[in-house]
């Protein structure tokens, strides 16, 4: 069913809204998945907290003018383009699409956008490599608890190693 004017200046104000308020964006064509495997995406999507909207190539290099994201607005991009954004996360909209076309091989990453800046698909697929912000996280917490659990450990071993002696003393005599 057609859209309206109205509905389409209020899709170009959403994805205007996503793209300014993200911190990483992901355009990927989704020729050929079925509705089922949409629905499946959109769900792996919703579950990370992404937004995803699917736009006419039209009104997305409207929206990426309107974000002032310029050299964006130039891309040629092929088939049906959706945008999927994350507002909290600058790789976890690319690691979800990445990983969806492992098993789904027709979803195809054309690009995203990095610190308001075009990134091509295979800088796209290198992010979705890259550790969360959650893991980035836990790996810093972990690393500074490390030498605090390391000298914990070495002073048990010190009261282990008398309440031995004094065991073994207890006994001798």
Known sequence: MAKTKQQKIDLTAHVVKMLTTAKGAVFADFTGLTMK??????????????????????????????????????????????VATSPLDEVVAAKVLVVFTKTHDKLQVLGGVLENAFVDPSRVKALALLPGKQELLGQVVGTIAAPMSGMLRVLAGNMRALVQVLSALSKKS
């Not at 992404?50 to 964006?72: F, G, H, M, Q, W």
């Open 37 to 82: 495997e949409m629905t499946e995406l959109r769900k792996k999507l919703r579950e990370q907290g992404i937004e995803y909207e699917v736009i006419k190539k039209t009104l997305l290099k409207r929206a990426l003018t309107e974000a002032k994201l310029t050299d964006i607005a130039s891309q040629d991009f092929a088939g049906s383009i959706s």
